[in-house]
T-cell receptor, first 115, second 113 residues
């Protein structure tokens, strides 16, 4: 398996623009997580899905952020409108549904810079 | 609720020296414990995890960690580090019956020649 795939790897945009980050989880994994990593706040869980259904979105910072998982092999995280404080590395991770102790597999991340 | 505290934000060490990265956690329920490593410009990958049984857990790249329930700690150790171990290390917990993993703030290990 190719692992978790994220695109784009880097994104530079201007304040106010819409940003869409994409993730393809490992085939057969039932859980998908979106994280944001910054120097100030570390690694934060934004939202996670089980079987394509959002389970907990309490980490989504505000209404400008939305996430979808239309099928088992694809998820998007959208920021509209983007702001400079959204600049961060966004990670997608997936895991199997064999119990709470299952390992999460992380993608390489999308480095977002909002000017 | 759970929380994870990594006691050192940065640890500089010379090559071939031993290293210990400290992690304490807080939880009202039993937890599973993990250490992940993040190399520059990469995502996190699992080093090791504690589920149950022996409190000493061995992971990849010669790392090991010891679970201490009374001190609620899960410190990571390596007897002799290499330059290639330079990375950021994250301690994490998942509660029994839960699916959210709480990560610590990370410890940046810098191995010097």
């Amino acid at each position: 398996d190719a692992g978790v795939i994220q695109s784009p790897r880097h994104e530079v945009t201007e304040m106010g623009q819409e940003v869409t980050l994409r993730c393809k989880p490992i085939s057969g994994h039932d859980y998908l997580f979106w994280y944001r990593q910054t120097m100030m706040r570390g690694l934060e869980l934004l939202i996670y899905f089980n079987n394509n259904v959002p389970i907990d979105d309490s980490g989504m910072p505000e209404d400008r952020f939305s996430a979808k998982m239309p099928n088992a092999s694809f998820s998007t995280l959208k920021i509209q409108p983007s702001e400079p404080r959204d600049s961060a590395v966004y990670f997608c991770a997936s895991r199997e549904n064999r119990g709470e102790a299952e390992t999460q597999y992380f993608g390489p991340g999308t480095r977002l810079l909002v000017l | 609720a759970q929380s994870v505290t990594q006691l050192d934000s940065q640890v500089p060490v010379f090559e071939e020296a031993p290293v210990e990265l400290r992690c304490n956690y807080s939880s009202s329920v039993s937890v599973y414990l993990f250490w992940y490593v993040q190399y520059p410009n990469q995502g996190l990958q699992l080093l090791l995890k504690y589920l149950s049984g022996s409190t000493l857990v061995k992971g990849i790249n010669g790392f090991e960690a010891e679970f201490n329930k009374s001190q609620t700690s899960f410190h990571l150790r390596k007897p002799s580090v290499h330059i290639s171990d330079t990375a950021e290390y994250f301690c994490a917990v998942t509660s029994f019956g839960g699916f959210k993993t709480i990560f610590g703030a990370g410890t940046r290990l810098f191995v010097k020649a």
